[in-house]
T-cell receptor
Framework: GENVEQHPSTLSVQEGDSAVIKCTYS??????FPWYKQELGKRPQLIID?????GEKKDQRIAVTLNKTAKHFSLHITETQPEDSAVYFCAATGFQKLVFGTGTRLLVSP | DAGVTQSPTHLIKTRGQQVTLRCSPKSGHDTVSWYQQALGQGPQFIFQYYEEEERQRGNFPDRFSGHQFPNYSSELNVNALLLGDSALYLC?????????????FGEGSWLTVV
């Protein structure tokens, strides 16, 4: 079955810096890779996703890259703001069954 | 995301009891999946329903069962509750199982077993 590894587990940055979170997956059949942001006590909220036929996708300050050969995908957040502080999860799926990474706690200090 | 509704939002049960959680998918979605998220962990897939049948199942015991109704809404039932069942239970909806359909989560049901 699919296995997703996520690094780092904790990431502290200064406001305005960039943040990068990396994930690897094991199942070459996976073709959909969403990223979720989860604030304390709330549900995971989809922030961006990428499909296997695309190498990169950008939405304002957030971008995701996918390397199918290496089975890597990454989340890039530029110009971080304190409200970006949360836990971020990557996930992978080939048939609507999401397998999540272990999460990255991002702390953005003013 | 907006449109996936779950109930109840919070509940407390005693060990050994049974619980039923409910979910209505986003309009236009007919596939419902359930996830368990224990404190400090990522969500874990429980099972998925499509066309009123369980299509996929994660590594959860038979105490966890579900149902999907003709209107695509779904229930998650957990029998013989254990303390370790305390978690956030998330419902996710999407279009039929296929390639890269966006998956949206409801607000979740917080279950505490005492």
């Amino acid at each position: 079955g699919e296995n997703v590894e996520q690094h780092p587990s904790t990431l502290s940055v200064q406001e305005g810096d960039s943040a990068v979170i990396k994930c690897t997956y094991s199942d070459s059949a996976s073709n959909y890779f969403p990223w979720y942001k989860q604030e304390l006590g709330k549900r995971p909220q989809l922030i961006i996703d990428i499909r296997s036929n695309v190498g990169e996708k950008k939405d304002q300050r957030i971008a995701v890259t996918l390397n199918k050969t290496a089975k890597h995908f990454s989340l890039h957040i530029t110009e971080t703001q304190p409200e970006d502080s949360a836990v971020y999860f990557c996930a992978a799926t080939g048939f609507q069954k999401l397998v999540f990474g272990t999460g990255t706690r991002l702390l953005v200090s003013p | 995301d907006a449109g996936v509704t779950q109930s109840p939002t919070h509940l407390i049960k005693t060990r050994g009891q049974q619980v039923t959680l409910r979910c209505s998918p986003k309009s236009g979605h007919d596939t419902v999946s359930w996830y368990q998220q224990a404190l400090g962990q990522g969500p874990q897939f429980i099972f998925q329903y499509y066309e009123e049948e369980e299509r996929q199942r994660g590594n959860f015991p038979d105490r966890f069962s579900g149902h999907q109704f003709p209107n695509y809404s779904s229930e998650l039932n957990v029998n013989a509750l254990l303390l370790g069942d305390s978690a956030l239970y998330l419902c996710a909806s999407s279009l039929p199982p296929g390639s890269g359909n966006t998956i949206y989560f409801g607000e979740g049901s917080w279950l505490t077993v005492v």
